[in-house]
Nanobody, 122 residues
Framework: QVQLVESGGGSVQPGGSLRLSCVVSGSTLDYYALAWFRQAPGKEREGVSCITYSEDNTHYTDSVKGRFTMSRDNAKNTVYLQMNNLKPEDTAVYYC???????????????WGHGTQVTVSS
């Protein structure tokens, strides 16, 4: 069982940027797909981005394409989510998740971090 710890959340104004980090322990990153999900108050958890273990494919939900970039550093057991041009609707708790394949269904991910809050407000 892997453990995931997110960091990097905070409060920014619209148009600002944040970089989230997720450190993975308990296993190497090599064989896992890593994903970022988010959950706003009163809403279901939704997939934001996912990167395959071989880093040959990265997926983004439509609402963040062109603004968010996901990357991974297997040597540091860390994945990142660079978020630019943030909008109020990006406000949510962001979670890191790991499993064998990329998927938008959170029920298919077996390992989760505790989340980090991102608030975008003027």
């Amino acid at each position: 069982q892997v453990q995931l710890v997110e960091s990097g959340g905070g409060s920014v104004q619209p148009g600002g940027s944040l970089r989230l980090s997720c450190v993975v322990s308990g296993s190497t990153l090599d064989y896992y797909a890593l994903a970022w999900f988010r959950q706003a108050p009163g809403k279901e958890r939704e997939g934001v981005s996912c990167i395959t273990y071989s880093e040959d494919n990265t997926h983004y939900t439509d609402s963040v394409k062109g603004r968010f970039t996901m990357s991974r550093d297997n040597a540091k057991n860390t994945v990142y989510l660079q978020m630019n041009n943030l909008k109020p609707e990006d406000t949510a708790v962001y979670y890191c998740a790991a499993d064998s394949f990329c998927d938008w269904d959170p029920h298919n991910f077996g390992s989760w971090g505790h989340g980090t809050q991102v608030t975008v407000s003027s």
